[in-house]
């Protein structure tokens, strides 16, 4: 599976306006819904912060990969968002969170969103494409770093 194969290109966000986890969550839901009409953004954000209440996604190293099961979803798609100025996430390393991967799938998506976490956290462990992405000054530099991320593995 490639990650560009689940990127939604318009509901990519280059610097959000949320300074809060909270926020951040409906801004990106909110994007989401409105590039994926089938998406509606209020129970997507229900969703998300729910699976928050249960640990943060926040992996440190300035990332978060919030995510969540959407019932009525055919298949995984995938958003994008960067803070320039930071987020306090709850992460497991206090720092603020940067870079945000938003992954949401089937409500009965099996093993297939397990993959697809593993390759993004993969992808993030890599400090040199975390700056790809900090640095990243259009649309098309984030899509450019993600397909070269995507040709790795």
Do not use: C, W, Y
């Not at 801004?27 to 699976?51: C, N, T, W």
């Not at 928050?52 to 969540?68: D, K």
């Not at 976490?117 to 649309?139: C, G, P, T, V, Y």
């Amino acid at each position: 599976m490639k990650i560009m194969d689940i990127l939604v290109r318009d509901a990519v966000i280059l610097d959000v306006a949320s300074t809060n986890k909270d926020d951040l969550l409906k801004e990106m839901a909110s994007s989401l819904a409105g590039a994926v009409p089938s998406i509606e953004s209020d129970r997507l954000l229900s969703v998300l912060l729910e699976r928050e209440g249960l640990q943060s996604t926040g992996i440190g190293e300035g990332v978060a990969i919030p995510h969540g099961k959407l019932p009525g979803l055919d298949r995984l798609i995938a958003s994008f968002a960067r803070s320039v100025s930071g987020v306090e996430f709850a992460s497991i390393d206090g720092q603020p969170t940067h870079l945000f991967f938003l992954l949401v799938v089937p409500e009965h998506s099996g093993g297939q969103h397990l993959k697809a976490l593993a390759r993004i956290s993969r992808f993030f462990r890599d400090a040199a494409f975390r700056q790809k992405l900090s640095d990243a000054e259009s649309l098309d530099d984030v899509f450019r770093a993600i397909e070269e991320e995507d040709a790795k593995f």
